[in-house]
């Protein structure tokens, strides 16, 4: 009988005390990254192309533009092209003529990307604007194979793949970074104290009244205008350290790996709780009945089965009202419990209120 296995992480959020950059904390309001979205085709397959229409028609209408006509109702019956979806991100202050990566995804029923050669692909924002333009060999990382008598095998995904540096940006976006007298840190992991140190520590640098925390998320500063000094401000802004609030009680639990995570200050109010299995083992075997000799009996196979019930070893065990992570590790091993068994237990302390924490199943 296989045993289940529970992974338990500890965070030891509070006990040490460490000062992260505001960089590290924190963005800079209207600094942000952009996402690019085309579509194309990629040449070039050893036959694992796609059969789709659309992909079709995407090769009927660039023949055309090329000056070759494809006459109506012949399949050109391609297999060595696929039909993909093109996504970039572009970063911040991106300017024409620099590189960024691209990935690639076969939209239709393509088998493999391996080999194939994506073609000239405009990448268009939110806005209808191309950004963008990419082309390249693609990386797959995939890989299968495939015997004469239908096994096959695959490793990773063969219908994607990426092109490093395959994408040549063709326009800037426009950025509110200059505009203003103030610009505004938003917090990565909004909090009140963080918010209210980071403005604090500005404070003591630049003199009282230069930072003012607006909510849990934002820190405004009031800054210089000028872009070349604003640059300079901010580099020297970002480099400050601010020892971040600490984070809230908190249970996470992997439900599909077993693996449950709490933090420093999760607590538990006194309750005893029990736990118990109930294993019920039932043995098929089977027995042959033979007649005597002389008689009009058949000899038949006939079913023997033998059902076994174990309650296991059900204990109690006592939280207390000053619960650590210590006590909480020591109960969980002296219960033996399971990962779906010490799931329910968090879950009914939960529902109880005795689990003084956020609870989250993922």
Known sequence: ?????????????????????????????????????????????????????FTNQTFRNMMEQFGITIPEGQDPRLRNVAAVSVHATLPPFSKPGQEIDITVSSIGNADS??????????LRGPDGQ??????????????GAEGQDGSSIQVNVTSAGRIPNGAIVERGVNSTFSQGDFLTFNLHRPDFTTARRMSETI?????????????????????????????????????????????????????????????????????AVTHGNLTVTIDNALQVSQPEGFTDGDTVVVPDTDIT????????????????LNDIVNAVNQVGAAPGDLMAILEALKSAGALKAELIVI
């Open 203 to 271: 404070n003591d640098l630049l003199g009282p009244g230069a930072a003012s925390a607006v909510d849990a998320a934002s820190v405004r500063v009031t800054a210089p205008r000028d872009p070349n000094q604003r640059v300079s401000f901010i580099s020297v802004l970002e480099n400050l350290e601010v020892t971040p609030g600490e984070e809230s009680a908190k249970v996470i639990i992997n439900s599909r790996t077993g693996t449950i995570v709490v933090g420093q200050h999760v607590r538990i109010d006194p309750v």
């Open 130 to 143: 191309t950004y963008a333009v990419a082309q390249g060999s693609l990386i797959v990382s995939g890989f």
């Open 1 to 53: 009988m296989k045993r289940l296995t529970i992974t338990l992480i500890l965070l030891l959020l509070g006990s040490l005390a460490y000062a992260d950059r505001i960089k590290d904390l924190a963005g800079v309001q209207g600094v942000r990254n952009n996402q690019l979205v085309g579509y194309g085709l990629v040449v070039g397959l050893g036959g694992t192309g796609d059969r789709a229409p």
């Open 113 to 122: 990307l391996r080999g194939g050669s994506l073609l000239l692909t405009p």
């Open 309 to 324: 019930i174990d309650e296991g070893d059900n204990r109690m065990f006592l939280f207390g009202g000053t619960v650590t």
